[in-house]
Each structure stands twice: as C-alpha cells, then as structure tokens.
C-alpha cells in the first residue's frame, strides 16, 4: 500500500525586510490561511502520523495552525528551512506505516521542485498551498493539488 507525502506551503508571511529572514512571521492572512487548511484536512478525515515544520517561522506557526484542527504536534526539521529536496522527503515518508501519511511544512521553489522530481508535474505552489502524492516504491503519482482559497473554501 502507497504511503503519502503531503507538501504545504507556509502561508503568507510578512514582506522581507531589514530582518532575519528566518524570523518572518505570517500575516493575518497567513494565519488564516493555515487554520483553514487544517480545517479542510479535519474535514477530509486526513490524519498525519508525522508533521515535519521548517524552523522558519512562518512556517512553524504554519503548522501550529494545521496541527490545531488536527490534534497534532508538529516536529521541526532543520533541512526543511531550505534546499531540501526529494531524497530528503522520501527518507520522512519512510517513517510513515504502509498506507500511513506525513505532512511536510515548507517553502518554495523547495516543494515545487519535490513535487515535479517526484511525479513529474510542474505545479505553480503559492502561499498556503498544498499537494499530496502517493509514494509507492519507485513509482510516485500526484493526488492531490489544492490553493488557498480552495483550502478555505473546504473548510468553511
């Protein structure tokens, strides 16, 4: 049985600026955002066995948001704060059962470049979005690509 990679997007975060660019928080709309793709997710009945956040902020308190409508405490993961790439996503996924899923809270152009080395799809991955592809063996497969608002409009 397949297992699962679910990529998100950290949500929108506030412009770069004068600081640390690790330390950009998301905006209202990005907290928004993340609590509404953890609402769709709870509605869906997509259970994680392991969320995997960027140490970056946006994306931690990204999964925060996520992890809140799902029952779930996201675990950071260091490489996910950029350059990670599909090795490193395959070696998570295998910490998933046969059939289970992972969720990894990240940034682009680093999950764009996941999905189209994993299944050959080039995906536009905005802010908040998310993609989900079943991993089996060799051979993975796109699921799954959902947008913000169509996030938010799941959730509602």
């Not at 049985?1 to 905006?27: C, K, Q």
């Not at 910490?95 to 152009?109: E, M």
């Amino acid at each position: 049985m397949p297992r699962e990679l679910w990529l998100l997007r950290h949500g929108e975060a506030v412009p770069a600026g004068g600081g640390s660019d690790a330390e950009r928080p998301l905006t209202a709309r990005g907290q928004a955002q993340a609590a509404a793709a953890g609402r769709a997710l709870a509605a869906l009945g997509v259970t994680f066995e392991h969320v995997f956040a960027s140490p970056r902020v946006r994306a931690r308190e990204t999964a925060r948001g996520v992890c809140a409508a799902l029952g779930l405490e996201p675990v950071e993961h260091a490489p996910l704060s950029g350059g990670f790439d599909a090795r490193g996503a395959l070696a998570l996924t295998e910490a998933a059962d046969a059939g289970g899923r992972i969720l990894l809270v990240g940034h682009n152009p680093d999950l764009a470049q996941i999905v189209f080395d994993l299944t050959g799809a080039r995906v536009r991955f905005d802010p908040g979005s998310l993609a989900a592809i079943a991993v089996d063996g060799a051979r993975s497969h796109l699921v799954a690509l959902l947008g913000p608002a169509g996030l938010a409009a799941m959730g509602n």
